[in-house]
C-alpha cells in the first residue's frame, strides 16, 4: 500500500505557473505508475498526466499536453506536476493518485492523494 498527500495548489494569474507535488508513503513507491487527475465543480474527474515506474515513459491529456509536465524523484518518493501558461479552464482540485497499470481510468487508480485546488484568475 502507499499513502499520498498532494501539494502545491493555490491561486495564479492566466499566463502563470504552478508546481504540485505529491508525496508517497510507503516503500514501494517505484513500482506504482503515477497519475495526476483533475476534477472542476460539476465535472467528472478527469485525466490530466502519468509517468512509469521509473519516468522513461509519460502520458498527457491533449488539453495540458505541451504545457505541463511530469517528473518523479523515486529516491524521495515523489511525483511533481509543472504547468505552465496555465488557463482559467484549469481551475479544479488536483489528484494525484498511483495504480500497479499503465492506465488513464480514474477506477484504476486504487491509491489517492486528498487533492490540492488549483485557481486560476483571468
Known amino acids: 500500500q502507499v499513502q499520498l498527500v498532494a501539494s502545491g495548489g493555490g491561486l495564479v494569474q492566466a499566463g502563470g505557473s504552478l508546481t504540485l507535488s505529491c508525496a508517497a508513503f510507503?516503500?514501494?513507491?517505484?513500482?506504482?505508475?503515477m497519475g495526476w487527475f483533475r476534477q472542476a465543480p460539476g465535472n467528472e474527474r478527469e485525466f490530466v498526466a502519468a509517468?512509469?515506474?521509473?519516468?522513461?515513459?509519460?502520458y498527457y491529456t491533449l488539453s495540458v499536453k505541451g504545457r505541463s509536465t511530469i517528473s518523479r524523484d523515486n529516491a524521495k518518493n515523489t511525483v511533481y506536476l509543472q504547468m505552465n501558461t496555465l488557463k482559467p479552464e484549469d481551475t479544479a482540485v488536483y489528484y494525484c493518485?498511483?495504480?500497479?497499470?499503465?492506465?488513464?481510468?480514474?477506477?484504476?487508480?486504487?491509491?489517492w492523494g486528498q487533492g490540492t485546488q488549483v485557481t486560476v484568475s483571468s
Open positions: 510507503g516503500r514501494t513507491f517505484s513500482t506504482y505508475l
Open positions: 493518485a498511483a495504480s500497479g497499470m499503465v492506465t488513464s481510468h480514474p477506477s484504476e487508480y486504487p491509491y
Open positions: 509517468i512509469d515506474w521509473n519516468g522513461a515513459s509519460t
